[in-house]
């Protein structure tokens, strides 16, 4: 496997943490590519750092988003944000190391989560900051 910095990744991950996550601290979230996969249906991973390893260290959580390269590349651009906010989803508000289960992460959260994104980017796009 070969890995490195998604930044284009980075920057819509920290657009969609501003509009819907707040909790999620992305100075402490890192998106990446991955190239080389052998699994068959993964589209993209949330890692996190465990609490052993943190205490071990001396460092807060964090977490890598993984985009499978093979298969996320591949898809249209609405369904890679979906994608990108199924990951961040996975992160829960303690922001502690853990993860939010797939209970919660499914594809009725996401499509509304999804919907609230454009709504809200639809706003901040119409704003008529000087009232002009």
């Known amino acids: ?12 991950a920290e657009e969609i943490s501003r509009f819907l996550f707040p909790h999620v601290q ?14 068959r249906r993964t589209i993209a991973r ?5 609490k052993l390893m943190q205490k071990a260290m001396g460092i807060k959580a964090v977490y890598a988003l993984e985009f499978l390269s093979e298969r996320f590349d ?8 979906k994608v990108i906010i199924h ?17 919660f992460v499914c594809e009725k959260n996401v499509e509304l989560h999804y919907e609230t994104y454009k709504a809200k980017k639809k706003e901040v796009k119409n704003a008529d900051w000087f009232k002009l």
């Open 1 to 12: 496997m070969k890995y490195e910095f998604a930044e284009d990744l980075q920057e819509i």
């Open 46 to 50: 949330c890692h996190a750092l465990g």
């Open 74 to 81: 591949k898809l249209s651009k609405e369904n890679q944000v």
């Open 87 to 103: 990951e961040l989803m996975h992160i829960p508000k303690t922001f502690g190391g853990g993860f939010k289960h797939h209970d």
């Open 26 to 39: 992305m100075n402490r979230v890192r998106c990446l590519r991955s190239y080389g996969t052998s699994s």
